[in-house]
């Protein structure tokens, strides 16, 4: 009876997809049709658009939370006018809602595209007004970020391509 247990369960491991994998013999083998979608590569664009989501609405958060902090940034604006404190508030409005989509996956390409528009006008805008800086150097590299992930067609975790 226990040779019989035996060879059934080698038939079963040589039948195993898993079995051709090395160390599939071992308890918590990874089967081959889940080693294919593991690997690092196939989740950068997934951390890229969640970490493009989360800078977005960090931002986004703070403009609305303080817009009178951001009023500087308006161009030929004054700082203290009720038009600029406007803008910063819609302007905060649209990085949190772009931040939320790409957080969650919906429509991602969408999103970053958007993403993308945006920070070019505010490195544009940012570089024109006050030449080059850290923040023109930080938002240029988020725009490349958001750049990356528009055109990423492939991610996980999305509930619309």
Same mark, same amino acid.
């Given at each position: 009876?226990?040779?019989?247990?035996?060879?059934?369960?080698?038939?079963?491991?040589?039948?195993?997809?898993?079995?051709?994998?090395?160390?599939?013999?071992?308890?918590?083998?990874?089967?081959?049709?889940?080693?294919?979608?593991?690997?690092?590569? *196939?989740?950068?664009?997934?951390?890229?658009?969640?970490?493009?989501?989360?800078?977005?609405?960090?931002?986004?958060?703070?403009?609305? *939370?303080?817009?009178?902090?951001?009023?500087?940034?308006?161009?030929?604006?004054?700082?203290?006018?009720?038009?600029?404190?406007?803008?910063?508030?819609?302007?905060?409005?649209?990085?949190?809602?772009?931040?939320?989509?790409?957080?969650?996956?919906?429509?991602?390409?969408?999103?970053?595209?958007?993403?993308?528009?945006?920070?070019?006008?505010?490195?544009?805008?940012?570089?024109?007004?006050?030449?080059?800086?850290?923040?023109?150097?930080?938002?240029?590299?988020?725009?490349?970020?958001?750049?990356?992930?528009?055109?990423?067609?492939?991610?996980?975790?999305?509930?619309?391509?």
């Amino acid at each position: 009876m226990a040779r019989r247990n035996r060879v059934n369960r080698a038939a079963a491991r040589t039948a195993s997809p898993s079995a051709a994998l090395p160390g599939a013999q071992f308890a918590g083998a990874v089967p081959a049709t889940r080693s294919a979608s593991w690997p690092p590569q *196939t989740w950068a664009p997934t951390a890229a658009r969640v970490t493009l989501g989360l800078v977005l609405l960090w931002f986004g958060v703070h403009e609305l *939370t303080q817009p009178s902090l951001w009023t500087g940034y308006v161009p030929l604006i004054s700082q203290t006018s009720k038009l600029a404190i406007g803008l910063v508030l819609f302007h905060g409005w649209v990085l949190s809602v772009l931040g939320v989509a790409l957080v969650l996956g919906v429509v991602p390409r969408l999103g970053a595209a958007v993403s993308a528009l945006l920070l070019a006008e505010i490195v544009v805008s940012l570089t024109l007004t006050g030449g080059l800086s850290d923040i023109v150097a930080r938002d240029f590299g988020v725009l490349g970020l958001a750049l990356a992930v528009w055109a990423t067609s492939e991610q996980g975790l999305r509930l619309r391509n």
